[in-house]
C-alpha cells in the first residue's frame, strides 16, 4: 500500500461546530506532516509528527488540535473556526523526518468554514 | 529568510516540446530538492527528489541541480496535455520543514 488516504473529501462547517479531518497510511513511516493550502499559494507546513510525538508546532492557533492516536493514523481536531479557515487541508508521511525524507501526500480535506 | 523562488509563469509549450521550470534557492547550506506536480483542485505528487550536483532523470523528467549556482531545474521531454499542471519546487530546511516555491503553472497547447 502506497498511499496516503484522508478523509472525508469534502467538509462544510459553522464556526461553532467541532469535526475531526483523518489521516491514514500503510507505509510504515513515521512521520506524518498536516499542511494548509489556500487558492493558488504553496501548502504550508502546521504540524510534524515524530514516531507518535509532536516535533513541530508551525504557532498554528489553538483551535486547531492535533493527535496521532498511533504510526498509522493522524487527526486533526477543529474547533471554533473561523471563514479565514476555509482551505486545502493535506496530510502527508515520509519514512523519517531529515533532510532527505521525500514527504507523500494525501488527497486533502476541502475544508468551507460559514 | 529562506526563500524559494521560481519562474512566475504561466508557462506555456506546444506539445511534444521540451518544458523547462526553475527554481533558485537562498540558503546555500540546503541538500535536499524535491519536484512536485499538482492539478487543479488535487494534491501535490511527487515527482523526484535530486540531492547531487548534476543530472537525474525518470522516464520524460529530468532534474538538474547546481548548488554553487544554487539552482535546481526540472525538463520534461516531449510535452503532453496531460502534464499542464502547476509545478512546485521544494527544499529542505535541515530536515525541519519544506520550503516550497510560489509554483510555475504549465500549460501544454495540443
Known amino acids: 500500500d502506497t498511499e496516503v488516504t484522508q478523509t472525508p473529501k469534502h467538509l462544510v462547517m459553522g464556526m461553532t461546530n467541532k469535526k475531526s479531518l483523518k489521516c491514514e497510511q500503510h507505509?510504515?513511516?513515521?512521520?506524518m506532516y498536516w499542511y494548509k493550502q489556500k487558492a493558488k499559494k504553496p501548502p504550508e507546513l502546521m504540524f510534524v509528527?515524530?514516531?507518535?510525538?509532536?516535533?513541530i508546532n508551525e504557532s498554528v492557533p489553538s483551535r486547531f488540535s492535533p493527535e496521532c492516536p498511533n504510526s498509522s493514523l493522524l487527526n486533526l481536531h477543529l474547533h471554533a473556526l473561523q471563514p479565514e479557515d476555509s482551505a486545502l487541508y493535506l496530510c502527508?508521511?515520509?519514512?523519517?523526518?531529515?533532510?532527505?525524507?521525500?514527504?507523500?501526500f494525501g488527497p486533502g480535506t476541502r475544508l468551507t468554514v460559514l | 529568510q529562506k526563500e524559494v523562488e521560481q519562474n512566475s509563469g504561466p508557462l506555456s509549450v506546444p506539445e511534444g516540446a521540451i518544458a523547462s521550470l526553475n527554481c533558485t534557492y537562498s540558503?546555500?547550506?540546503?541538500?535536499?530538492f524535491f519536484w512536485y506536480r499538482q492539478y487543479s483542485g488535487k494534491s501535490p505528487e511527487l515527482i523526484m527528489s535530486?540531492?547531487?550536483?548534476g543530472d537525474k532523470e525518470d522516464g520524460r523528467f529530468t532534474a538538474q541541480l547546481n548548488k554553487a549556482s544554487q539552482y535546481v531545474s526540472l525538463l520534461i521531454r516531449d510535452s503532453q496535455p496531460s502534464d499542464s499542471a502547476t509545478y512546485l519546487c521544494a527544499v529542505d530546511n535541515y530536515g525541519q520543514n519544506f520550503v516550497f516555491g510560489p509554483g510555475t503553472r504549465l500549460s501544454v497547447l495540443p
Open positions: 509528527y515524530s514516531y507518535e510525538k509532536l516535533s
Open positions: 507505509m510504515g513511516h513515521r512521520a
Open positions: 502527508a508521511s515520509s519514512q523519517e523526518t531529515g533532510e532527505f525524507a521525500s514527504r507523500f
Open positions: 535530486i540531492y547531487s550536483n
Open positions: 540558503d546555500r547550506g540546503s541538500q535536499s
